[in-house]
């Protein structure tokens, strides 16, 4: 069975930081085959992390962008999403999610999902 996991959040104050996991089961993830997502209740849901399809370049989202940097460990097939320099306005609900096969490409229907990490930036 087909599973991603997300852990990790909490609540932190304003320029904090938080690590997020992504632990996939059931599957291994291809290099760039994870994807994160962020919704906010009331605005549509915000792609964070993603491979461009048309560029051929990972993709964050420009409001993350330089704080936030997507890694991986192989060995225990988690991608990790590293959230530096937090702000209110980050608060959400976070979500992986991957294709059934191949690379999560930007803006394209994604086959998996965790259930999401709920993280408050908040003082």
């Known amino acids: 069975q087909v599973r991603l996991v997300e852990s990790g959040g909490g609540l932190v104050e304003p320029g904090g930081s938080l690590t997020l996991s992504c632990a996939a089961s059931?599957?291994?993830?291809?290099?760039?085959?994870i994807a994160w997502f962020r919704q906010v209740p009331g605005k549509e849901r915000e792609e964070v992390y993603c491979?461009?399809?048309?560029?051929?370049?990972?993709h964050y989202a420009d409001s993350v962008k330089g704080r936030f940097t997507v890694s991986r460990d192989n060995a225990k097939n988690t991608v990790y999403l590293q959230m530096n320099s937090l702000k209110p306005e980050d608060t959400g609900v976070y979500y992986c999610?991957?294709?059934?096969?191949?690379?999560?490409?930007?803006?394209?229907?994604?086959?998996?999902w965790g259930q999401g990490t709920q993280v408050t930036v908040s003082s």
């Open positions: 999610a991957g294709p059934r096969l191949g690379w999560a490409f930007c803006g394209e229907a994604l086959a998996h």
């Open positions: 059931g599957f291994t993830p291809d290099y760039h085959g």
């Open positions: 491979f461009s399809r048309s560029d051929g370049n990972i």
